[in-house]
């Protein structure tokens, strides 16, 4: 068992970085490398703990209005890699509760592996890892039917619209995600380049190599809010923090309230057409 307790945990915390909270698991930061051996921060560490406390954050009152109607709500982490974000909720949201449970899928076994010992070694006793594709947790009896939450955290090109087509599956009530490195769109427009120049003066928005990149991240997160709110999803964006800590940094927020946006499938659709995308219909269809 990881544990620190009385007065022994009282000393250590007081020789703590200040953005430890009061009660946090400090050996669970040590195993996931965040906090040194010696109970150290280093730059990255930091950067990387404050984007993990800030979505922390913004999940802790979805969650609160979700215990008022579920007992036991179930969390998806997408695409969870070493389970930062799954660990660090369990610990300071659902571990006071002794309500909810954390599945994380990850398609590398060997990380499952990992987070599947330490979560035993923390005795966390209600989060659960699963080495399974998307395709395959969408059918997989491990999974519940229905879930409360899906999670992406830096889920790195299509792994975030792996994540929401999980979601839609699964009826999720919510969606927090942060998407990474979205480069799907931008091969699509860099391909078509061409066609597009000879079509629309807009092809001038992504003509350099630089725009196609950033271009088509923007149009890709763009996209995937259409997507969402004809499903019937309300869809907030914002960032999730300053961009100085990151530039991987825009976060979507989708509650699903049934309401689905009229307009939303034929404006999708539009665009896609607009900027010669066609070819990613199905990426985006409800």
């Known amino acids: 068992m990881l544990s620190i307790s009385g007065w022994a945990y009282k000393i250590l915390f007081m020789t703590l970085p ?32 404050k984007q993990v406390y800030h979505l922390v954050n913004f999940i802790a009152p979805l969650l609160n ?17 070493k389970s930062y974000l ?21 398609t590398r076994g060997e990380l499952v592996a990992q987070s599947i010992a ?7 006793e209600r989060m659960q890892f699963e080495h399974l594709s998307v395709a395959a947790s969408m059918e997989s009896p491990l999974i519940p039917d229905r879930v409360d939450f899906v999670t992406a955290l830096h889920a790195c090109n ?38 597009s120049l000879s079509q629309t003066p807009l092809s001038e928005i992504w003509r ?17 809010c259409l997507q969402l709110e004809a499903a019937g999803y309300r869809v907030t964006v914002t960032e999730l923090v300053g961009w100085e800590h990151s530039m991987k ?22 665009i896609l057409a607009e900027l010669n995308l066609s070819e990613l219909q199905t990426r985006f269809q409800v």
């Open 249 to 270: 940094n825009e976060l979507i927020v989708a509650e699903y309230t049934g309401q689905k946006r009229k307009n939303a499938q034929d404006r999708l659709a539009a």
């Open 65 to 81: 209005t979700v215990l008022k109607i579920e007992e036991n709500p179930t969390l998806v982490d997408h695409g969870a890699g």
């Open 86 to 106: 799954g660990f660090i909720l369990y610990d300071l949201l659902l571990k006071p509760l002794s309500q909810g449970r954390v599945i994380g899928i990850e």
């Open 208 to 224: 350099h190599p630089i725009h196609t990149r950033e271009f088509g991240s923007q149009i890709t997160n763009v996209l995937r």
């Open 158 to 195: 299509t792994a975030t619209d792996d994540a929401i087509q999980f979601g839609l599956k699964k009826q999720a009530r919510y969606m927090v995600l942060v998407p990474c490195c979205q480069a799907e769109v931008a091969e699509v427009l860099r391909k078509n380049k061409a066609k």
């Open 118 to 124: 330490l979560a035993q070694a923390c005795e966390f």
């Open 18 to 49: 200040p953005e430890i909270k009061p009660h946090q698991s400090v050996p669970l930061l040590k195993a996931l490398h965040i906090l040194t051996r010696d109970g150290k921060l280093n730059q990255d560490s930091r950067r990387k703990l």
